[in-house]
Every structure is written in C-alpha cells, then in structure tokens.
C-alpha cells in the first residue's frame, strides 16, 4: 500500500513540469476567429524599427473607456517595438463632436496629456454630455489644459482637424473596423477574438510578433 502512494505520487511529481509547460504554452492565435487578414492593407503611419498598433476609439463608448487603463499600460510596457496610435472613429452622430476634439486637440498639441482625463469627464465624472455635445460645452474641458475656448473654436472647425478627422476616417473604413474598441496592428491585421481585453493584447502581442519575424500570415 506504502508502495503504490509513493508511485503514484512521483508519478504526479513527474508530471507537474509538463503541467507547467502546458500551462505556460502561448495559446496559437487563429485567423478567423482571433483576427481578419486586410486586404492590402497598409499602416495608418510608418515609423522605423516599430510595428504599428492603431486602436480605434470613440470617447463616448463605455468599452472604450474601461479598456483606456489596459491599452495604455500596454502601451508604455511595449513603447520601444510599438508605435501605438489611437484613432477617434467618426461614426457620425453623438460621436462626431468628440472625435472631432480629439483631432483638434491634436492640433493644439494638447490630445496625448488629456486623453485620459476626457474619459473620466464623460464616464465617471459627468461633467460632460455625452450625447450632441457642442464645441461651446467641450471647450472648458481644454482650457483646464491651457487651451483659449475661442483658440479651441478655431481648430475644432479648421481645416487640418477636418483633414485629420477624413484621413483617420478613410483608414477605419479600408481597414474593416465597425465597433469599438479595435486594434489593428500594422494596418494588416483587425484584432476580432479574445474573451476579454487582455486577451485581445494577447492576439496583438501575437500578431506583432509575427510581423517583426517577417512572417505573412
């Protein structure tokens, strides 16, 4: 009786490494459930040595205001290999307004600092309305950034916000993106799995690693 315990329990001494080692084994990410393939798709901007993630983003989405903590820790941790660029998505309606502060906050050079902060004013806070919003009501928002309300006017009804505003639109679109938030990483491939958004940064990991091995699909 002593003899067989004491088998049976090298045998599972035995086994916890390969226990471990399966546990550990990074889950192989598959096309069509974890992530579409674009067709001819090219980065929204190219930088050397880095591999582009576009998250595309809507300031008045829920999912994209409980994702911002994740995607920018994520972000800093992979800064020296990714080139990470949000993209407000302008589906029209309530959230034009605000994709349109985002691209003249931009322009003002004042979009990265506040980022954050324009979340928690529509989610958490409440101080600012997130449906048919006016560019009268988003202005203070700015000026707690420094911005002069008839300064963030001028950009948010200019023609390079407009002009960002198109060219974010035009990549969105070539690139299949319908719902927010979305990865899409080196313009090539739309992050569509994941049970949650960690997992989808897993299939983002995955896929940058693919693309910095040269690899094509």
Not at 54 to 61: A, I, L, N
Not at 81 to 105: D, E, H, I, T
Not at 188 to 198: A, L, P, W
Request: glycine share 8%.
């Amino acid at each position: 009786m002593i003899r067989r315990s004491l088998l049976r329990s090298l045998l599972l001494l035995a086994l916890l490494p390969l226990a471990a080692l399966a546990a550990d084994a990074p889950r192989v990410i598959v096309e069509g459930t974890d992530y579409e393939v674009i067709p001819e798709g090219t980065p929204f901007t190219k930088v050397k040595g880095k591999v582009e993630v576009v998250e595309v983003f809507g300031y008045t989405c829920p999912h994209c205001a409980h994702f911002q903590p994740q995607v920018a820790a994520w972000a800093r941790k992979n800064a020296k290999q990714v080139n990470f660029v949000p993209l407000a998505a302008p589906f029209g309606g309530y959230w034009m307004p605000y994709a349109k502060a985002y691209y003249a906050a931009q322009v003002l050079g004042v979009a990265e600092k506040s980022h954050d902060a324009m979340f928690l004013a529509l989610h958490t806070d409440g101080t600012l309305p997130i449906r048919n919003a006016t560019e009268t009501e988003i202005a203070p928002f700015y000026a707690r950034y420094g911005v002069d309300p008839a300064k963030f006017a001028a950009a948010y009804n200019g023609a390079e916000a407009d002009t960002r505003l198109r060219k974010a639109g035009d990549f969105i679109q070539r690139s299949g993106v319908d719902s927010t938030p979305t990865l899409v990483v080196a313009g090539k491939y739309r992050v569509t799995g994941g049970s949650g958004f960690q997992d989808s940064l897993r299939i983002a990991d995955a896929l940058i690693a693919r693309e910095r091995a040269g690899k094509t699909r």
